[in-house]
């Protein structure tokens, strides 16, 4: 889907949040020819399509995959589906990784720590996620090059709106999901011969009981939760590091009391959601504030604007680390809620209580090399070099 013609240039992308402030004020709902969608801004109509999946379905087919995902199945099946993963995907498994977390975050920095500089994306938040769920899913280390390539290479974007690079990075997208669909069809049969006491075991043997998933919508359940939480809590991480620097008080507030640093997270999430929109389709005719929107239309649901909306939150330009209640849509609503919501929580919260262990003193160096990711990931950084002290 090309981007809107707002934002279809990285300059207009800087001006992101003006822009989505002035349709929120004029023009709330809308519908976009050359996105063949309607476009959602406000908070309130966003929740309302969320939590309405009979009418505005998932069934879209988005990751150019042909095996149904969770992400792009509706109820009933979806509530299936999901107990399915939740049995294996439990809290316990999410909160042993805790150690995991810190030692990969501590062994990052210390390949920096020396240099007083590095830089966010590359460097830190870029490597961190992919290692956390080659480890959770229980790919072996030697593999963890391979895979992180693939993962990178299954989320890569478009470099601009042409047509061309749309092509390419469809053609990149469907060859890295090939490879990593034979990858882990591997690793799952040998783990069938011998059982191990991770993800990619777990769901499959829950599955044995209840014969819910087909083996081919098994291995792309496994895949969904690489692309779903790779680049997303890369995002997060790197957003951190630029509201830290933004806002330089707040790196002695949250070391001297990292208690705060769960709502610090929250907040990140809400002023930089890594994900900036949710599509759906409707099943049926539906007006929403005077517009009729018709059964077949696409449906874009802006959380990015939706996160900003002053009518669901005071002051919702400022970002105020200490927010609360803070309920932002970033990890969606409702049905689809994100499945790896506790795990992003943790990782945000173990990788700041790390850093502002050991760093102290961020700040950004060069702002001409802090560079947007493109479309539509224009919330977050691609690049974003920082100089620290190291503590001792
Ligand atoms: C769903 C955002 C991290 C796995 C979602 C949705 C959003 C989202 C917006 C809803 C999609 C929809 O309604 O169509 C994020 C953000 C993350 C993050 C912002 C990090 C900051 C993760 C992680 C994992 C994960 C770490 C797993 C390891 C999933 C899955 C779904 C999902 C499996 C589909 C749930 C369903 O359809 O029932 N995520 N996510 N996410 N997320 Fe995340």
Not at 89 to 107: C, D, G, H
Not at 147 to 162: P, Y
Not at 260 to 278: A, D, M
């Amino acid at each position: 889907i090309p981007p809107m013609e707002e934002l279809n240039t990285p300059e207009k992308q800087k001006n992101a949040f003006e822009v989505f402030r002035k349709l929120r004020e004029t023009t709330p709902i809308r519908y976009c020819e050359k996105r063949q969608m309607w476009e959602f801004f406000l908070y309130e109509d966003c929740v309302r399509i969320l939590k309405d999946p009979k009418t505005f379905s998932s069934q879209l087919n988005r990751a150019g995959s042909t095996v149904a995902s969770i992400i792009t199945t509706d109820p009933p099946r979806h509530k299936d589906v999901r107990s399915l993963v939740e049995k294996a995907f439990t809290a316990k498994r999410v909160a042993n990784l805790e150690p995991a977390i810190r030692s990969i975050a501590n062994e990052l920095l210390d390949d920096v720590i020396e240099n007083g500089r590095m830089d966010t994306f590359f460097d830190f938040a870029g490597p961190l996620p992919v290692i956390v769920i080659a480890d959770l899913l229980g790919v072996p280390n030697e593999d963890r090059r391979l895979f992180k390539k693939l993962s990178m290479q299954i989320a890569s974007g478009v470099q601009d709106d042409s047509e061309e690079s749309y092509e390419i990075v469809r053609q990149n997208n469907a060859e890295a999901r090939r490879q990593l669909t034979v990858y882990l069809q591997g690793i799952l049969d040998q783990r069938k011969v011998e059982p191990k006491d991770d993800l990619i075991t777990a769901v499959w043997q829950s599955n044995l009981e209840e014969n819910i998933l087909s083996e081919p919508e098994l291995v792309n359940f496994y895949i969904t939760l690489l692309v779903a939480g790779n680049e997303t809590t890369s995002n997060l991480i790197t957003s951190g590091v630029r509201a830290l620097t933004e806002h330089p008080e707040l790196q002695e507030q949250l070391t001297n009391r990292p208690e705060l640093i769960p709502n610090f997270v929250e907040e990140v999430l809400r002023f930089y959601p890594p994900s900036t929109q949710i599509p759906r389709i409707a099943t049926q005719d539906v007006e929403i504030r005077g517009h009729l929107i018709q059964a077949g239309d696409m449906v874009n649901c802006w959380t990015v604007s939706a996160n900003r909306d002053a009518a669901k939150f005071a002051n919702a330009e400022d970002f105020d680390a200490d927010r609360k209640p803070n309920l932002h849509i970033a990890f969606g609503f409702g049905t689809h809620f994100c499945l790896g919501a506790p795990l992003a929580r943790l990782e945000g919260q173990v990788v700041f209580e790390t850093l502002l262990q050991r760093l102290c003193d961020i700040r950004l160096t060069d702002p001409e090399r802090a560079v947007l990711q493109p479309f539509p990931r224009f919330t977050s950084m691609h690049e974003y070099p920082v100089a620290f002290t190291g503590k001792s």
